[in-house]
């Protein structure tokens, strides 16, 4: 298959996967790790590229359908998932790998909820800082974690390997 389409067919295929994941409304532990993870896979089987353009449509789609309710947020969370998966995707040791871009997505989600949109004047409401701080750690750990081992299980499957 060429590049190109084997790109557009792989993240096309995760897109669709972290759209369903986001429309089944499961709390937002389960929600954010699985869509963490999705594109901690697409920039591990794809290529970073594709992590970010799925890290960049899904919030945007997410607040389009009505999933995602405070559309302040959104510009800080393709931001903040774009760095999740560049950062990822330049680390070579795992526990950096997790490590590294989960406390970046935290600490800029929290930074953005909590002081960039006060400070532009936007009202942010309680529920939206608590939803964006602490729980942000915990989902992008989670999806990374279980992004990497996903990968793992993909790439023995993709090269043929026995598992």
């Known amino acids: 298959m060429k590049k190109d389409t084997k790109f557009l067919t792989r993240t096309a295929l995760l897109l669709a996967l972290t759209l369903m994941v986001q429309y089944l409304k499961m709390p937002q532990i389960i929600t954010g790790s699985l869509v963490n993870a999705m594109l901690v896979i697409a920039g591990e089987m794809v290529n970073p590229i594709s992590g970010v353009t799925i890290g960049l449509l899904t919030p945007l789609i997410a607040i389009l359908v009505g999933i995602l309710k405070f559309p302040p947020m959104v510009p ?20 950096l ?9 935290y600490a ?13 004047g936007v009202k ?15 989902t992008a750990s989670i ?3 279980v992004g990497v081992a996903v990968a793992v299980v993909l790439k023995k499957i993709d090269k043929g390997e026995d598992m």
């Open 143 to 145: 999806g990374a974690a």
């Open 76 to 95: 800080f969370i393709m931001a903040g998932n774009a760095l999740y998966v560049w950062l990822y995707s330049v680390q070579k040791n795992t526990v």
């Open 124 to 138: 942010v409401p309680q529920p939206v800082i608590q939803a964006f701080t602490l729980p942000q750690l915990m």
């Open 97 to 105: 790998k997790i490590a590294l871009p989960s406390l970046a997505k």
């Open 108 to 120: 800029w989600l929290s930074i953005c909820a909590v002081y960039i949109l006060k400070w532009v």
